[in-house]
């Protein structure tokens, strides 16, 4: 009798023990791998817009840049393991500028706008940078010109690395 109620004592605290969720037999649980939304993860800025841009192809001509580049930045962590954190991140960016050229005699194309809004969702490692190139048309002129602006996009914010203007008439 004692060794009947041993057995199933311990027959009872295996089968409690083995039906437990452990890491070994279920390596991956259930809130790994899916993005966690804080609302300490979102960051937003502005970038001024100050500075002298060529027109490649069109021999020395100038245009003067005047604006801002607003953003959001919501970070959206994946916990795939204890020793590597890694962020997904949405930006949002909005470009409101404005490109002038006072030597220019043609009225039409002495002062053009670029207004435009874009959505990107890119991954960004913990300690790194993800370049972002992202294409705006530049409204009024007759010729199809896009400002080209190329963002240094960090798990702590988003910088302007490179802006310059393509003329897409030109083929090279």
Known sequence: MKK????????????????KDNSLNNPVSPDQGTLQKSTENVKTGTIKLDRILELPGW???????????????E???????????KSDVNLDIAIDATLINPNLKDQENRALDVFAKSDSFIYVPEEGIYLLEKTYPVQGMKDKVELVC???????????????????????
């Open 4 to 19: 009947t109620i041993l057995g199933s004592i311990i027959l009872s605290l295996f089968l409690l023990f083995s039906c």
């Open 75 to 85: 970070l959206f962590s994946q916990n795939l393991s204890p020793t590597a954190s």
């Open 150 to 172: 190329t963002y240094l996009v960090t798990t702590d914010g988003v910088g302007l690395n490179k802006i310059e203007l393509k003329d897409l008439s030109i083929r090279k």
């Open 59 to 73: 021999g020395n001509t100038y245009y003067q840049i005047n604006g801002i580049i607003k953003y959001k930045e």
